[in-house]
């Protein structure tokens, strides 16, 4: 059975100042799953969405809220989503100094855990924790300057989203994979086939200027198409 791949839209790329009509037509393009980046700041240096927006939006629609942390203080932050009732709360391995406590905090409440790691934190620090998370975000550009349109994905992409899948096969875990950071119509295809699970799709993707959110949506399913078959010709090649 071949897998399924979710394209999770970015909020902080939708139309910023009509939230409840990009939600809404994120839902009717048939997406059901929804990014949303919490940045304090100071971990990174933007700041897209406040904690009462999040609030907001969660009483306009019923779409799954992945909640990506990128702070210096994640606790707060965690149990604040979890008090506006979030689907998965992932946070940065890097600013945690009680990654154990974070994971069971989010647990507790029935809600999903992800780590995130920043594009050059190695694989390694996810050696005790792995099988306690239900998600690993691997950050492919430095937080926080997605409208930097200079900024391009970091090289290692793939090799690191394909290191990662290996890790998660040898210890027969069911772990997702999501990758977010310049996840572009260039570059979906691959990382799909490296062992990509969820695709934050931001200003390279679905809001790719020039084409409707419908349209960009078709675009990146048959990439997603094409980045499977590539691995299903991998593994009858084994």
Do not use: W
């Not at 059975?1 to 939600?23: F, G, H, R, W, Y």
């Not at 700041?41 to 009483?59: A, N």
């Not at 990662?164 to 772990?175: A, E, F, P, V």
């Amino acid at each position: 059975m071949q897998k399924k791949i979710t394209i999770a839209p970015s909020i902080m790329c939708a139309d910023l100042c009509n939230l409840e009509k990009s939600v809404k037509e994120i839902e009717r393009a048939g997406l059901d799953t929804l990014h949303i980046d919490i940045i304090d700041g100071s971990f990174s240096p933007s700041m897209p969405l406040g904690i009462s927006t999040i609030e907001q939006l969660r009483k306009i629609t019923d779409m799954k809220f992945d909640v990506h942390i990128m702070s210096n203080d994640n606790e707060f932050f965690i149990q604040e989503m979890l008090n506006i009732g979030v689907d998965q709360i992932t946070f940065h391995i890097e600013t945690s100094s009680h990654i154990d406590r974070y994971i069971n905090l989010i647990k507790k409440h029935d809600t999903k855990v992800g780590v995130a790691l920043n594009p050059a934190t190695p694989l390694s620090v996810l050696e005790y924790v792995l099988p306690q998370c239900d998600t690993v975000l691997l950050m492919l550009i430095n937080p926080g300057f997605a409208t930097d349109k200079n900024e391009e994905q970091v090289s290692y992409a793939k090799e690191k989203v394909e290191d990662l899948s290996n890790l998660i096969k040898s210890k027969g875990l069911d772990t997702k994979i999501e990758v977010d950071g310049r996840v572009s119509l260039n570059t979906i295809a691959g990382l799909v086939n490296a062992g990509a699970d969820i695709l934050v799709a931001g200003s390279t993707s679905l809001y790719h200027s020039g084409n409707s959110l419908a349209d960009n949506k078709k675009l990146i399913e048959e990439l997603v198409r094409e980045g499977l078959h590539e691995e299903a010709e991998q593994y009858e090649q084994l």
